[in-house]
């Protein structure tokens, strides 16, 4: 049984920064480590994933200003979010998601949620 848990959200400042985390437990070894946002009224999509040999993959949108991490120890994934815009402010899901070889990854090929956590930028 895979169980990942966001923490980090809050509000901030437009041009502002703020971390993400995810605790995850379980076996995760055969999935990438992702991060999707959904806005209000918009579709879920993918922001980032890490591979397991620490590759890392962002969307147009976050290159640049976001960056996928984990700890050594391969628990805690992290979204360090950089010069936040407006555009940034969505609930913010950790996944566990299917191998699938491409991206953006489709939110179906996602095995494991957590709950989101909320991120809101406004001045």
């Known amino acids: 049984q895979v169980q990942l848990v966001e923490s980090g959200g809050g509000s901030v400042q437009p041009g502002g920064s703020l971390t993400l985390s995810c605790e995850y437990s379980?076996?995760?070894?055969?999935?990438?480590m992702a991060w999707f946002r959904q806005a209000p009224g918009k579709e879920r999509e993918w922001v980032a994933h890490?591979?397991?040999?620490?590759?890392?993959y962002y969307s147009d949108s976050v290159k640049g200003r976001f960056t996928i991490s984990r700890d050594s120890a391969r628990t805690i994934v992290y979204l360090q979010m950089d010069s936040l815009k407006p555009d940034d402010s969505a609930m913010y899901f950790c996944?566990?998601?299917?191998?699938?070889?491409?991206?953006?990854?489709?939110?179906?090929?996602?095995?494991?949620w957590g709950q989101g956590t909320l991120v809101t930028v406004s001045s």
């Open positions: 379980g076996s995760i070894d055969t999935y990438w």
């Open positions: 996944a566990a998601a299917q191998r699938v070889g491409y991206y953006p990854v489709p939110p179906s090929e996602v095995a494991y």
């Open positions: 890490i591979m397991s040999t620490g590759s890392t």
